[in-house]
T-cell receptor, first 110, second 121 residues
Framework: EDQVTQSPEALRLQEGESSSLNCSYT??????LFWYRQDPGKGPEFLFT???AGEEKEKERLKATLTKKESFLHITAPKPEDSATYLC???????????FGKGTMLLVSP | DAGVIQSPRHEVTEMGQEVTLRCKPI?????LFWYRQTMMRGLELLIY????????DSGMPEDRFSAKMPNASFSTLKIQPSEPRDSAVYFC???????????????????FGPGTRLTVT
């Protein structure tokens, strides 16, 4: 059974204080790893897809990286508007569905 | 595009009543997913359709839950009878599987609707 574990559950940062969120996974052959952002009262919003170990993708202050066992979402010089819950999900090779982690709730204070 | 549309946004009902949640996927997408989100269990897949056909309903909790997709632009999730433990946020998501629909070698992004917050008292 595929498993996704995200840590920490919650993270509080000061504006400008860089940090990383972790997503550890076990899957029988990774087809893709996905990062989503979810704001309160809204549905998850797609951010990145990573396909193979060593791959990196960037979007504004966010950079996602992937190894064979985990993915990191690096947040550089965060702003209050980066506050949200960040969800990680995996798609196993041979399957069309995603398995989600429970997310990391990020709060960036001004 | 308006994105995935869900209705109602909020539903409050009494135990034992029937609840119907509705979803309009993004035009051109051929896959539709129903999820349930709670604090305890996170985001769980209930069922997904490909080309309007249910492919995997193993996440449907019990017979009280049913889902239909009569055409490419509409799907419903029904709970009958509802129970307090069904209280959660229900999301619909859609996607486009680029290789033959049922191909399992595709990788794709799912686009989520705003969700329906269901409260059963």
């Amino acid at each position: 059974e595929d498993q996704v574990t995200q840590s920490p559950e919650a993270l509080r940062l000061q504006e400008g204080e860089s940090s990383s969120l972790n997503c550890s996974y076990t899957v029988s052959g990774l087809r893709g790893l996905f990062w989503y952002r979810q704001d309160p009262g809204k549905g998850p919003e797609f951010l990145f897809t990573l396909y193979s170990a060593g791959e990196e993708k960037e979007k504004e202050r966010l950079k996602a990286t992937l190894t064979k066992k985990e993915s990191f979402l690096h947040i550089t010089a965060p702003k209050p508007e980066d506050s949200a819950t960040y969800l990680c999900a995996v798609q196993a090779r041979g399957y069309s569905t995603l398995t989600f982690g429970k997310g990391t709730m990020l709060l960036v204070s001004p | 595009d308006a994105g995935v549309i869900q209705s109602p946004r909020h539903e409050v009902t009494e135990m034992g009543q029937e609840v119907t949640l509705r979803c309009k996927p993004i035009s051109g997408h051929n896959s539709l997913f129903w999820y349930r989100q709670t604090m305890m269990r996170g985001l769980e897949l209930l069922i997904y359709f490909n080309n309007n056909v249910p492919i995997d309903d193993s996440g449907m909790p019990e017979d009280r839950f049913s889902a239909k997709m009569p055409n490419a632009s509409f799907s419903t999730l029904k709970i009958q009878p509802s129970e307090p433990r069904d209280s959660a946020v229900y999301f619909c998501a859609s996607s486009f599987l680029s290789r033959g629909g049922l191909s399992t070698d595709s990788s794709y992004e799912q686009y989520f609707g705003p969700g329906t917050r269901l409260t059963v008292t």
